[in-house]
């Protein structure tokens, strides 16, 4: 349960192999599964596609819940990515983990909090890239002195706080899930009578593991586009 991440340093900077090499797997998957979703389109969709047309609608439905389809329709494409990769991050230490001479190789990218940040970081990046691309320079920075110029401090934490929430709140449900299963796994390993008393918890945390993990992409992609929503439109 404690152990060490594999670091490698190059050219003084520190890197953490295994983020690395989740991140990377995590890609791999998603971009297979989009791949192999539409290879083969047709009309009536089945399978894959009609998987994929699922999610298409999905994320068009929260994009069209926080601001008109006109300026939302561009960021279609990111709503699915996140809702995608962070999906799939989250189910990878699920089954299991991997340790080699006391590393942990493999384990949910987003179990990592200098992964779920930098996400965040990128998605208010962002946010701030696209108010300022869409509503004008001026008019964007009005909205930190609106209604009352003294408000400008507050929404500077606000940012801050958004950017902190967002990244640790996927962190942290997905990091307890996994320390959890790590704990009943122990059980699993403590004998017959351990065995016996923790599969079933094991079996059904699992479960709820995968529930959480689908939860907390959703809520991720959510206010992705709520943030989006607050800086692109006016009457925000």
Do not use: C
């Amino acid at each position: 349960m404690h152990h060490e991440a594999p670091l490698y340093e190059f050219l003084g900077l520190t890197f953490n192999l295994a983020n690395v090499l989740m991140i990377t797997i995590t890609s791999v998957i998603v971009f297979i599964i989009a791949v192999a979703a539409t290879r083969n389109l047709s009309m009536k969709p089945t399978g894959m596609q009609n998987f994929l047309e699922w999610v298409v609608d999905f994320v068009k439905g929260i994009i069209k819940s926080n601001m008109d389809w006109k300026k939302g329709g561009r960021f279609h494409l990111l709503g699915m990515t996140l809702i995608m990769y962070i999906f799939v991050a989250n189910m990878l230490g699920l089954p299991f983990s991997i340790v080699i001479d006391g590393k942990l190789w493999w384990k949910s990218p987003t179990a990592d909090p200098v992964i779920t940040l930098t996400l965040a970081i990128m998605v208010v990046a962002l946010s701030h890239y696209y108010g300022i691309k869409l509503r004008g320079f001026q008019e964007y920075a009005k909205g930190f002195v609106s209604p009352m110029w003294i408000l400008f401090p507050l929404k500077i934490i606000e940012e801050f706080a958004n950017t902190l929430t967002l990244g640790l709140r996927l962190y942290g449900n997905i990091y307890a899930g996994e320390i959890l299963l790590a704990l009943l796994a122990g059980g699993l390993a403590t004998g017959v009578g351990g065995t016996i008393a923790a599969i079933i918890p094991t079996i059904a945390w699992q479960a709820f593991s995968i529930f959480v993990g689908a939860i907390q992409a959703f809520i991720f992609t959510m206010l992705t586009m709520v943030y989006m929503a607050h800086k692109v439109s006016h009457d925000h």
